[in-house]
């Protein structure tokens, strides 16, 4: 492999590990090499995971489980404090909690006045937030070390409207600003070892939008079908499929790569459709 994209020996901290998304990618990186920190507020799902990544980890790699509540300042700042005591630094933060509910996405007949505020706060929060928050944390240690890499999970919904999940899509906005203005503020005041970029996934089948895209027996939905009609490579994403360009990005072949935000969709952002 060209050294230039490992990740080998590095010190990863991963938000949502214990979800589908984040276990992907964490277990891709301690099978690469890396130390993983892995966190989870949920205690049985975080404990499951790191029994998963230990078994799978390459030689000599270490997987800390850590409780931590990404929109809590002092949880985050006893988990970096934590991190930090166990390896020394922090090479990368991946911020991977997130997600949707209910009360804040519309059935087609409903519209924006039938949208439950509490709902939508609680997905705004958690999705902007709980990346904001760990960037602030973690990144004021990268500042001291002066060295480090942050990757936000952007999304299609932040480039260009949707139907149905007004919250998920201005959280998510949100998150591919914060990540340009974050990769200008650590490169302008603490040098450019220091990168930020944000990935934009398509659309993949997992636990939170399954009911959306499949029916009860297993064929399409509605929404489904639109997808595909506007996706060049006619078929929805394997979750694995994001864990190279994640990779790249936290790999010293990334590193005149700031303020990015990489489309990983099959072509779905840039098809017109005619």
Sequence with gaps: MNEMYSIAGKVAVISGAGGVLGGS??????????????????QEQLDRRVEELRKVAAKGVEVVGLICNVLDMDSLRKMRDDAVAKFGKIDILINI????????????????????????????????????????????????????????????????SMTNVPGYSAAKSAVTNFTQWMAMEMALKFG?????????????????????????????????????ANTPMKRFGDINELNGCIQFLCSDAASF?????????GGFSTFSGV
């Design 192 to 228: 450019d070892k220091i990168r930020v970029n944000s990935v934009a996934p398509g659309f993949f089948i997992g636990d939170q939008n399954r009911a959306v895209l499949l029916n009860p027996d297993g064929s399409l939905t509605e929404r489904s079908h639109k997808v595909l």
């Design 25 to 42: 990618v964490a277990t891709s990186f301690v099978k690469e090499g890396c130390n993983v920190v892995a966190l989870d507020i949920r």
């Design 97 to 160: 909690a997130g997600g949707n509910m209910p009360g804040a996405t519309l059935r087609p007949d409903q519209t924006i006045w039938e949208m439950d505020i509490e709902c939508w706060q609680k997905v705004t929060n958690l999705n902007m937030n709980g990346t904001v928050y760990p960037s602030i944390v973690v990144g004021e240690q990268m500042a001291k070390q002066g060295f480090g890499c942050m990757v936000n999970i952007s999304s299609m919904a932040a480039l260009q």
């Design 257 to 265: 790569i700031t303020g990015a935000n990489i489309p990983i969709d």
